[in-house]
């Protein structure tokens, strides 16, 4: 990483942030607050994009399994976007570094009175030395959650790169369950590689997208490639790293091999 790459945005998804049953993974959501604490602290403006708020409702309401039907999701993201806000609040307080919650829809960015007081409000929060910690608006955001209509966010991957975008970000970040992009699949091809720099994405990269994930996320290695695209055009590097290793963090953020480097256009 550069020097002067200070400005760093970090999408931790679903699966990272949560047990299988759904419910918040309490100590790793306060080891990220803690790393991404001490990342302020070494001198980066840092900005947080999470996932997870409809299945942690799901599972804090009792449900059987994800709701299908709209209103029953935007409910349960509003139950567990609360309990999940009110975790991070709690850990970043122990390592005296202050947060806020930002929730965006698509006509938030979509449209230019709105998106400038948006950029407006991240500015002020980063001068200040505040951690801003975004979601998708679910629970009034119905395009956004419900399969094929339009999507200006769509997923979280893409609300992180179109946030990195905003705010002019140096660094993309997408902690997952998988430690890359691959030239195979790597659950059905032992001899799969992980490619550690991407220079572009040409259609021999786009060709290794993948399907979705696990139930409790909606996102797979094609939604991490829109995201790359809009990140690599907007001159921002982004990696695909593995939330399990979130210690990892500080590795990627010194430019060490991590992951997989999506490099920015012209660099």
Not at 87 to 92: A, R
Not at 174 to 186: E, R, T
């Amino acid at each position: 990483m550069r020097q002067d790459e200070k400005r760093i945005v970090v999408k931790v998804g679903t699966s990272t942030l949560t047990h299988e049953s759904g419910a918040p993974n309490l100590r790793r959501m306060n080891h990220l607050a803690r790393i991404l604490s001490d990342l302020h602290g070494m001198g980066h403006e840092v900005i947080l994009v999470f996932s997870g708020a409809i299945a942690v409702g799901t599972s804090r309401l009792g449900l059987p399994e994800r709701p299908g039907e709209l209103r029953m999701k935007q409910a349960a993201a509003a139950v567990g976007q609360c309990q999940m806000m009110h975790i991070f609040d709690q850990s970043f307080s122990e390592y005296s570094q202050s947060a806020a919650q930002i929730l965006l829809t698509g006509e938030d960015v979509e449209d230019q009175g709105r998106r400038e007081h948006l950029k407006g409000t991240f500015f002020a929060l980063l001068e200040m030395g505040v951690i801003p910690v975004v979601n998708e608006n679910d629970s009034v955001s119905s395009a956004e959650i419900e399969t094929g209509r339009h999507k200006v966010l769509g997923d979280n991957d893409t609300l992180s790169a179109i946030v990195a975008k905003l705010c002019r970000a140096d660094l993309l970040i997408l902690l997952s369950d998988i430690d890359g992009l691959y030239d195979a699949d790597p659950k059905s091809n032992p001899e799969a590689k992980l490619l550690h720099r991407v220079a572009a994405l040409t259609p021999e990269i786009l060709e290794m997208a993948g399907g979705a994930g696990t139930w409790r996320g909606t996102g797979g290695m094609a939604t991490k490639l829109s995201a790359a695209r809009i990140a690599m055009e907007a001159g921002c590097d982004m990696v695909i790293a593995n939330g399990a290793r979130m210690e990892d963090l500080y590795g990627i953020v010194e430019g060490q091999e991590i992951g997989t480097r999506f490099l920015a256009a012209g660099s």
